[in-house]
């Protein structure tokens, strides 16, 4: 897979000193000379209707609360219920904050909320928090849904850290929490019917994800002293549904279906294909008593959470055993269905009529696209935007969580330097860069985005703190993603404002990922004038880079980067960070490579995977390499075919070495080649083979790999064959 690089260019702003730093940034933040000065005799008066808001605020900040007949008393903080006229968005806010008085205007509860959060961050953020600089906010959301999953099966948090959890959330103005509550390696709710989910699926024999998945994936009992696990009651989880509910939070419960079932089906043998557990992790769809079931789960499930939504799950389903399955079969049959897909879709349909019987709606994984979408289904798009864009087509509402911006599982720096996560390469820029409209839809399919959510997938992650490094302040970027206005989004500013949220994030114990020292570079590459410009990027504010232009490390006494730097002829560029004499990550090196093949024609003899097609025919010959990441835009794929290109040189002329690069990340399925077969022709038609060069990583190497494979030297001419 060989690859080149992406072109982003955003304005480097000066670095500010502003005071007001929210995120996700508003739609209009002005500042003005001054401050509000807290003091013991500051109080919150409220408007009735906002008296839980107020209320709120005060625990957070032990400001008292005064009563409206305090009105003309100098210090307060007052929360005023406007009209439609003044607050045109149900979920819009303003935020007036001078010397004697802070005032706050919405005209909805959440409006209230929101205009708190602003206001709390702005105190959270100043290094004295009893001066709250003086200003004007103004400000509404982009989007309806603004997201983030906890899968709490592979590993268990508890009711407290979820609580935590919601806190940290709301302060950023997400309002949705996705809670992926059962999966094979345990059931996580409480259901009373059903007590063996909890008393034995809810417990397994190892507490690390890794070892219990790499065994027979036994379960236990709670009585066992050595079984992990954990579940909710159903008391505690009325209590989180409240608790998020006057945080501004809906609780959207996943019960998944009819795959990743392995936990039930150890319980309740009867409900697979076989009649025995531990052989699949499917549910069996010809068999009514799996739909009792179901249903009879959803009706507490129900009872417990009253979001408009309940995810069912529907990802990564094997349909193996339902291909040998007698019941699965006679289901097909009966039900003039085509095929597993089908029935599968069958599956989804029945429980979406049960949903909507219940006055809800079925929420679930792109998967259940596949064998045709339920009529009122909402479509949560993973893999890739495709789904997402293939439903709101089609009319279906989309919540967009694509893996390549969304999966806060991946690695967020260099994997070489992080605790192990389960592969990608997701950096917090990346995550900010993402728009959640898919720019092939017309504006009236884009109404169907409701928003975006992010994905903590917990194999690797196995504490609240690390659950914590790897959310924040990934999580900040999402919450920008899906808040602000496209035009008000800009990478560089968050970044500076991003400073003031490391405070905050100190202040409130939060294991945030400290800024990265890694550099990226952006490469514009002018083919025809032979000239590159780089741009070094680095999650630091404006640090110390050192460079080289000959592969050498460098160090401070090389020559140091400004604001860009310009190369004109092929040089391996070095960079570093050097701060205070100490060298803070590895160098980084950009082959800015001024070959033969610039520019020129490349055919593809075998069409490149459709998935990953990186910049189509000028991958190969843009002079640019891809990054550490696969999801880059300039690695190219082969799925399915074997990569075979041609080069078309145009004339003769003297090669002397042919080299192209080549990933490997096991994790999400990214290997060698297990060759390299170079051909040469003078005719474009008669090919010789000049040399075949083997892969000689294993693909046992689990560690993201990057090799250059050709590196050979020929004293040739014509074209080239790869
Ligand atoms: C998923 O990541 N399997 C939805």
Redesign the pocket.
């Known amino acids: 897979m060989p690859y080149v690089f992406v072109l982003f260019l955003a304005p480097v702003r000066a670095q500010t000193t502003k005071r007001i730093n929210i995120i996700p940034q508003p739609s209009m933040v002005t500042e003005k000379p001054g401050e509000f000065m807290l003091t013991a005799d500051t109080r919150i008066i409220s408007d009735p209707m906002f008296a839980e808001i107020a209320e709120l605020f005060s625990s957070q900040t032990f400001i008292k609360q005064g009563s409206s007949k305090e009105k003309d008393q100098p210090h307060q903080i007052r929360f005023n219920r406007v009209g439609i006229n003044i607050i045109p968005d149900s979920a819009g806010y303003r935020l007036l904050i001078t010397p004697k008085r802070i005032s706050i205007f919405a005209r909805t509860r959440i409006g209230a909320l929101y205009a708190m959060q602003s206001l709390l961050q702005v105190q959270l953020s100043q290094p004295k928090r009893s001066a709250i600089p003086c200003g004007e906010v103004n400000d509404h959301p982009r989007f309806g849904y603004r997201g983030a999953m906890i899968d709490v099966s592979r590993h268990f948090f508890s009711a407290s850290y979820i609580k935590r959890f919601i806190d940290l959330m709301a302060l950023y103005k997400l309002n949705t929490f996705h809670w992926h509550l059962v999966d094979g390696p345990g059931w996580r709710l409480e259901i009373k019917k059903y007590p063996e989910l909890t008393s034995k699926g809810a417990w397994r024999t190892h507490k690390i994800w890794k070892e219990w998945w790499g065994t027979e994936r036994q379960y236990s009992t709670e009585d066992d002293p050595n079984a992990y696990g954990g579940y909710y009651t159903q008391q505690e989880a009325i209590e989180i549904v409240d608790y998020a509910q006057k945080r501004g939070i809906t609780i959207i419960p996943e019960i998944e279906m009819p795959g990743h079932s392995n936990e039930v089906l150890s319980v309740f043998p009867n409900l697979t294909c076989t009649g025995k557990p531990y052989r699949s992790g499917e549910l069996c769809l010809g068999n009514d008593s799996t739909f009792t079931f179901l249903e009879n789960v959803l009706t507490e499930v129900l009872a417990i959470f009253p979001s408009k939504y309940i995810h069912i799950g529907g990802?990564?389903a094997d349909q193996k055993a339902w291909k040998q399955c007698t019941k699965c079969q006679k289901r097909i049959k009966d039900e003039h269905l085509k095929n597993e897909s089908e029935l599968q879709s069958y599956g989804v349909r029945r429980m979406e009529k049960f949903l909507t019987n219940h006055k809800r709606k079925l929420l679930g994984?792109d998967e259940i696209l596949e064998g045709g979408l339920a009529p009122d289904a909402t479509v949560?798009s993973?893999r890739g935007e495709q789904g997402g864009i293939t439903a709101a087509q089609m009319g279906h509402y989309v919540v967009m969580t694509p893996?390549s911006h969304c999966?806060f599982d991946y690695y967020q720096a260099d994997p070489a330097t992080q605790p192990r996560a389960i592969g990608g390469y997701l950096t917090l820029e990346k995550v900010y860069s993402y728009e959640p409209v898919p720019a092939v839809l017309n504006p009236s399919q884009a109404k169907y985005i409701l928003g975006a959510q992010a994905?903590i997938?917990t194999e690797y992650i196995g504490t609240p703190e690390y659950l914590e490094y790897m959310t924040f302040p990934r999580l900040l970027a999402m919450s920008e993603v899906t808040w602000s206005a496209k035009k008000d989004r800009n990478f560089d500013d968050f970044k500076h404002r991003l400073q003031a949220h490391y405070l905050i994030m100190k202040r409130l114990n939060v294991n945030y990922f400290r800024p990265s020292y890694h550099l990226d570079a952006e490469t514009k590459l002018d083919i025809k004038n032979r000239n590159a410009v780089l741009h070094f990027r680095s999650e630091q504010i404006n640090p110390p880079i050192f460079y080289t232009l000959d592969g050498q490390e460098p160090s401070a006494n090389s020559l140091k980067y400004k604001d860009s730097l310009a190369v004109n002829s092929s040089a391996k560029v070095t960079a570093v960070i050097i701060e205070n004499g100490q060298l803070k990550d590895k160098p980084v090196q950009i082959d800015i490579d001024f070959h033969q093949a610039l520019g020129k024609k490349v055919i593809y003899n075998l069409p490149h995977s459709k998935s990953y097609p990186a910049q189509k025919e000028t991958s190969l010959v843009n002079g640019l390499r891809g990054s550490l990441t696969y999801g880059d835009g300039q690695w190219q794929g082969f799925d399915t075919n074997d990569m075979d290109v041609t080069i078309d040189l145009e004339r003769s002329i003297p090669l002397t070495s042919i080299s192209t690069s080549f990933m490997q990340q096991v994790g999400p399925g990214v290997f060698m080649p297990d060759f390299v077969e170079v051909s040469l022709s003078d005719n474009g038609i008669d090919f010789h083979k000049v040399e075949t060069i083997k892969n000689i990583i294993p693909a046992t190497e689990k560690a993201l790999t990057i090799k250059e494979l050709l590196n050979s030297s020929y004293k040739c001419n014509f074209w080239v064959k790869q």
Do not use: K, L, T, V
């Open positions: 990802d990564e994984w949560m993973w893996g999966y994905n997938w």
